[in-house]
């Protein structure tokens, strides 16, 4: 979440004037995240976030819609959709796509305990589960075709900026998962499931925002992502810290034999896509009016902690 797009107070009450969720209090950008600009709005029926979309393609558009209601609508707590007067999920504004989608309760946090991360994998799973009769498919924009194109791309680049070792450490490690090929479980997965798309009220998970990384995969990636993102903190407790997130997630979907032993491989994946777009975002930047570009640095240590 960021702000590329400014909208002023007319905008935002011209793109109400087609719902029927009220008229326009108050509202402000919100500068957490990278991909979209987003908005919590303020109406007089309560609060919801406005997004309009960055780069995706906007033939991609409905498919995260219907997935957002699917889900919420199939024991997920997450955004649900809200629908314009013409029944139609989208709006137009600046020559871009943008959606209203419902505002949970609860907050983010910087970084979760234990109980939290137990908390935190019950509720990917949960995920995992209400999408299950989800009929729609999309695939993983960032696999290994992705990983080896921006790799290739800001090889030179990469190594002016970052220095030998660190570029060497990327192509090896992409040599590593292109040679990897395994069958697991699969189904829609968050794809981004980091701290800031998980709120909480005390303890306890009360939704999961942010689905527009979403796609067809193993659901052991979308585990993978999450311990990285949440669990390992490159300290003397990141063993625990995973084993919680790993007992929340199995006690509502145990895990196959076969995808704990993919798992080493799709952490060190996932480290990867994750250094690898962070690279790519700190080497050709994107202007905006709120945006934070997050450090890669955080990731190449990640990759090698799994590569230990």
């Known amino acids: 979440m960021s702000v590329y797009t400014e909208l002023n107070q007319a905008d935002v009450a011209s793109i109400l004037s087609d719902y029927a969720i009220g008229d326009l209090q108050s509202f402000a950008g919100i500068?957490?995240?990278?991909?979209?600009?987003?908005?919590f709005v303020n109406t007089e029926q309560g609060r919801f976030v406005l997004t309009i979309f960055e780069r995706m393609e906007e033939q991609e558009l409905p498919y995260f819609m219907r997935l957002m209601k699917h889900l919420s609508h199939h024991g997920l707590s997450c955004p649900d959709v809200m629908v314009r007067n013409d029944g139609s999920l989208l709006f137009d504004v600046c020559g871009k796509k943008g959606c209203i989608v419902s505002c949970l309760c609860g907050r983010t946090l910087d970084e979760l305990n234990m109980a939290q991360l137990r908390s935190s994998g019950h509720a990917l799973a949960t995920l995992h589960l209400a999408g299950e009769n989800f009929d729609e498919k999309r695939s993983n924009p960032t696999g290994i075709r992705w990983l080896s194109e921006t790799i290739l791309c800001m090889q030179?680049?990469?190594a002016k900026q970052y220095g030998d070792d660190a570029a060497w450490l990327l192509h090896d490690e992409l040599v590593f998962q292109q040679a990897q090929d395994v069958d697991l479980p699969r189904g829609v997965i968050h794809g981004d499931l980091f701290v800031d798309n998980i709120l909480f009220e005390g303890d306890e998970v009360t939704g999961i925002i942010d689905f527009y990384y979403a796609h067809d995969a193993p659901y052991a990636m979308d585990i993978a992502i999450s311990l990285n993102a949440q669990a390992i903190l490159l300290g003397p407790d990141d063993t625990a810290r995973m084993q919680a997130f790993?007992?929340?997630?199995?006690?509502?979907?145990?895990?196959?034999?076969?995808?704990?032993?993919?798992l080493p491989g799709l952490l060190r994946l996932g480290a990867l896509r994750f250094w690898t777009?962070?690279?790519?975002?700190?080497?050709?930047?994107?202007?905006?009016?709120?945006?934070q570009t997050k450090d890669p640095e955080e990731y190449r240590l990640k990759l090698l902690f799994h590569r230990r």
């Open 246 to 262: 790993l007992d929340g997630y199995q006690s509502s979907r145990p895990l196959a034999d076969a995808e704990k032993a993919a």
């Open 277 to 291: 777009s962070r690279l790519y975002d700190a080497l050709y930047p994107r202007g905006g009016a709120m945006t």
């Open 156 to 158: 030179s680049d990469m």
């Open 31 to 39: 500068a957490a995240g990278i991909e979209n600009s987003n908005f």
